[in-house]
Nanobody, 115 residues
């Protein structure tokens, strides 16, 4: 079982930066694919950034060059550094751990970018 807790969301002006953190508790931190998703009002969650078990990093096209996913194994934490934020990045951001059919989600953190 894995518990995830996001933090770091908030209100920022366009062009600004935020760093989201996802603290994982539980066992086997290093055997999951890790990712950040976001959800716009009335829409399904979309994958924003993913760090796979094999070390591959993937980003949705709209955030490439602006967002960076990373992890600190010693701190059991996954990060999403978000730079050059745009109003269209406004959403609830969720941390996700996945292995096979097992999915774990955090509670989400709101990111609001004002123009």
């Amino acid at each position: 079982q894995v518990q995830l807790a996001e933090s770091g969301g908030g209100l920022v002006q366009a062009g600004g930066s935020l760093r989201l953190s996802c603290l994982a508790s539980g066992r086997f931190f290093t055997i999951y694919n890790m990712g950040w998703y976001r959800q716009f009002p009335g829409k399904q969650r979309e994958l924003v950034a993913q760090l796979t078990l094999g070390g591959t990093v993937n980003y949705v096209d709209s955030v490439k060059g602006r967002f960076t996913i990373s992890r600190d194994i010693a701190k059991n934490t996954v990060y999403l550094q978000m730079n050059s934020l745009k109003p269209e990045d406004t959403a609830v951001y969720y941390c996700n751990f996945q292995r096979g059919a097992d999915y774990y989600w955090g509670q989400g953190t709101q990111v609001t970018v004002s123009s």
